[in-house]
């Protein structure tokens, strides 16, 4: 109940392309749902983040689209670029707790 | 720039050592959590405190202990280190309702 499922594990993508990567979680007392991002040798930085009550966030090039029925949620990278390139992970959390319960990350590259 | 700074950045222990691991946090980020971040793999949450006081723990046993200052610097002690405790440690700090800033971590070798 505590686990955050994340797919694909690696992803390539060409510049400029779109890069969507996968979250499911079950706990429905998660109620706050960040990605971040690492760099090798760096600890992670947050990217962007959701609440349930929002069906889709945007920054940016970042977009989180949440799907709370269905308890899924994703990172779309629009317009992807060579410097995108990195570990990516999601998170959950609930409100009443700072523990966040990460996914197991996509290595994503953008080849130029 | 994330104001929380880990140290050392690198160790290498031997099986059955301890290890004291150090975080320097923002002012006024009164929570601190670490986490265990093995390669290929997400971080795990090994404890969290509020105030000086340990207020959560994950899935950890007992050999590993924290501590957290006034000065909002904070400790991770691990003793009778194993082999699959080589990981990437991670601090993590906050002020009350805001994100997590996370450190760069130490990454603790043990042969």
């Known amino acids: 109940q505590q686990q955050v499922k994340q797919s694909p594990q690696s992803l390539i993508v060409q510049k400029g392309g779109i890069s969507i990567i996968n979250c499911a979680y079950e706990?429905?007392?998660?109620?706050?749902f960040p990605w971040y991002q690492q760099f090798p040798g760096k600890g992670p930085a947050l990217l962007i983040a959701?609440?349930?009550?929002?069906s889709e966030k945007k920054e940016g090039r970042f977009t989180i689209s949440f799907n709370k029925s269905a308890k899924q949620f994703s990172l779309h990278i629009m317009d992807s670029q060579p410097g995108d390139s990195a570990t990516y992970f999601c998170?959950?959390?609930?409100?009443?707790?700072?523990?966040?319960?990460f996914g197991s990350g996509t290595r994503l590259l953008v080849r130029p | 720039e994330t104001g929380v700074t880990q140290s050392p950045t690198h160790l290498i222990k031997t099986r059955g050592q301890q290890v004291t691991l150090r975080c320097s946090s923002q002012?006024?980020?009164?929570?601190v959590s670490w986490y265990q971040q093995a390669l290929g793999q997400g971080p795990q949450f090994i404890f969290q405190?509020?105030?000086?006081?340990?207020?959560g723990r994950g899935n950890f046993p007992p050999r590993f202990s924290g501590l957290q200052f006034p000065n909002y610097s904070s400790e991770l002690n691990v003793n009778a280190l194993e082999l699959d405790d080589s990981a990437l440690y991670l601090c993590?700090?906050?002020?009350?309702?805001?994100?997590?800033?996370f450190g760069q971590g130490t990454r603790l070798t043990v042969v």
């Open positions: 405190y509020y105030r000086e006081e340990e207020n």
């Open positions: 002012s006024g980020h009164n929570t």
């Open positions: 998170a959950a959390r609930m409100d009443s707790s700072y523990k966040l319960i």
């Open positions: 959701i609440r349930p009550d929002v």
């Open positions: 993590a700090s906050y002020r009350p309702n805001t994100e997590a800033f």
């Open positions: 706990n429905t007392a998660f109620d706050y």
